[in-house]
């Protein structure tokens, strides 16, 4: 791996650019904002890591109150795994031998938990686990209104009792092999609705969906422990329908451009813009500067990065009035509007349009505390789930 662009007691000014900075300030903040809503509300918090993939940030919000993380992939939970994490939800469908041999072998590590959506995906499952002997938490993912994985919800309750029927006891009767933990019931589309009543109406359907599928499972005599879901554009509804018991927001931890369009829901928590790119201008024309970030520094699948103006205090920071254009892999064009064209070789922070996949292009996070005109670097971690796509 190449040597981090920074090194712990650097001035943020002295981070080599193009470089994924935490405002480690904000990013405690946003932490401490959605533990705290999750405590108030009597919900479990279990966040989604698939959008840091940093063991080091899984790990400070177990210690902030979390039950565990989520991630998509079984990669990334061999790597967050192999980070010291010790709780991790798959909230996802694995359905290859070769991976479900790897997963029942992972779940004698530590606490694992996995999505299925079909009767092929669970008997697979429950083959692997039988000869690798271990056991695993497994919820039925229902299909809420994203149209892509689940069952409907009228299927719940058979495939739950598929699973059911693979579980055993050890000799001391505690279960073994299979254990139905519950429901996954995420509506994806539903994040990013940009008015706050559309989001509402969404999860109240997704609600009344998730009760549909509780009932069939109800029906086939088994208990249902618990419905997972939720993400960062419509926690707050998932928590208020008296039928989740679980969160799995991601992106509030650091909030990205595409987020900043969502119009809040009255009474959520807010959450700062806590990852940047830091870039820096290399070429300057007469009306536009050009930045050393292009879409190989930041994904641009929700939209390309927002310049940001960091001031020294909260009221003088934001959004800048430059546009930000694409110029290929590896440069940004800016072309300001009421703002002054930056001179060369001037810092330019961009707010990624979506945070996932722009963590997924860099090795290390630069950890700054004490803002980003000030600050120092407190710490470099690395990016441990990167390129963990299988
Ligand atoms: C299954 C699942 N749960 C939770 C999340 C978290 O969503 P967000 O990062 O928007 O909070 C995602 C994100 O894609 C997801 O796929």
Known sequence: MRAPLACVGDLVADVLTPALVIDLDAMERNLARMAEFARAKGMRLRPHAKMHKSGVIAK?????????VCVQKLSEAEALAEAGVADIYISNEVIDVRKLARLAELAKRIHLAVAVDSVLGVDRLAEVLKTAGSTL?????????QGRCGVAPAAAGALAHRVVSHGATDATGQPTGMRFAGLQAYHGRAQ???????????????????????SSITS??????LVTGAGTGTFVHEAASGVYGELQAGSYLFMDADYAQNRPAPHAPVFEHALFVKSQVMSRGVAHAVVDAGHKSHAIDSGLPRVWRSGPSAASSGFADIEFGNGGDEHGILTPRSDAVPALGDTVWLVPGHCDPTVNLHDHYVVVRGGLNAGVVEAVWPVDARGCLD
């Open 60 to 68: 400070l919000q177990v210690a902030a109150g979390a039950v565990g």
């Open 137 to 145: 938490d497994v919820f039925v993912e229902i299909d809420v209104g």
């Open 192 to 214: 990013h609705l940009r008015d706050p009543a559309e989001r509402e109406a969404a999860i109240h359907h997704a609600v009344t969906l998730a009760r549909a599928a509780q």
């Open 220 to 225: 086939a005599g088994i208990h249902c422990p």
